[in-house]
């Protein structure tokens, strides 16, 4: 059958008004549009659904099944609107995105809180995983976007860089370096260090820095997150090289952050990651959009 919901809303109104002339007020159309819309109903489904008397409208057997099937119809066409009203109005969807721990921590914690206030019917899923992990999350569709920094082309991704920082040193409070206000890479060097594993970016970064000056780093201790590396630089095991997005960790930890002697000239990199041909939806756009504002901002300060 070809039946339309303009058909459906006539007959029903017809069959509620039990009059052709009040079922057109109702629908702000002629009366003849409505008997017209009725007589190619009653076509299509080969039946009579009205009795047609000079006085009044009488329902023909299986008008009240029709209208019954009706009315599930476009009840379902009426959630239907509301709920795509609401994804327009960001009353309701889901976001999901792929971070490192300590990403999540220093550059989306402040998005998702003005976010969730702002649309507190969306539902934000956070993975916090390994730069590796968080690629793969991405590529394969289990989350929307990721918060990475990406150090290859991979032609399954699209990758835009949304904010860039310099790299700093984090050493214990006691420590001899504590009077400087800066260091050099050299002085970086011959310290004992607490490393991440290089399954996260930010050891790509600094092995990137070191090897164009023919330097490497000591390392006492592998940490699988920047927070454990921190807390075991707290204990004064060796010091460690962190991203700005961390100081403020580093910072209540009670450890010391010094700048780097031209750390502004080597930044690392920080890009927003989709899955390339996949449409995002209206939540993720949005929340997009209040990330790279947010980032925006940090980066102008």
Request: with cysteine.
């Amino acid at each position: 059958m070809n039946i339309t919901l303009r058909q459906l809303r006539v007959f029903c109104a017809v069959y509620e008004r039990r009059s052709f002339t009040l079922a057109a007020e109702d629908m702000h159309m002629t009366q003849s549009a409505v008997s017209k819309l009725c007589a190619e109903l009653e076509a299509e489904i080969g039946l009579s659904l009205f009795e047609r008397t000079t006085r009044r409208i009488v329902p023909c057997d299986g008008a009240a099944d029709l209208y019954e099937y009706a009315q599930e119809v476009l009840n379902t066409m009426r959630i239907a609107g509301r709920r795509l009203s609401a994804l327009r109005t960001l009353d309701r969807g889901s976001v999901s995105i792929a971070a490192s721990p300590m990403v999540s921590y220093g550059l989306l914690t402040p998005v998702i809180e003005r976010f969730h206030t702002a649309h507190p019917g969306v539902t934000l899923n956070l993975h916090e995983l390994t730069t590796d992990e968080s690629l793969d999350y991405v590529r394969t569709g289990k989350c929307d976007l990721g918060l990475i920094s990406v150090s290859t082309d991979d032609p399954q991704l699209l990758t835009k860089v949304v904010y860039a920082e310099p790299l700093y040193l984090a050493c214990p409070a006691q420590h001899t370096l504590v009077q400087q206000r800066s260091v050099n890479w050299e002085d970086i060097a011959s310290l004992t260090h607490v490393t991440l594993r290089n399954v996260y970016s930010t050891r790509r970064t600094i092995e990137r820095i070191l090897k164009a000056r023919g330097l490497e780093l000591h390392t006492a201790i592998q940490a699988g997150t920047l927070a454990t590396a921190l807390k075991l630089v707290q204990g004064n095991l060796g010091v460690t090289l962190i991203p700005s997005y961390a100081k403020d960790f580093a910072a209540e930890l009670g450890l010391k952050v010094l700048e780097i002697e031209g750390g502004q000239n080597e930044l690392h990199e920080i890009s927003l990651v989709s899955r390339r041909g996949l449409k995002l939806s209206i939540a993720a756009l949005a929340f997009i959009e209040a990330l790279e504002s947010r980032l925006s901002a940090l980066q102008a300060t």
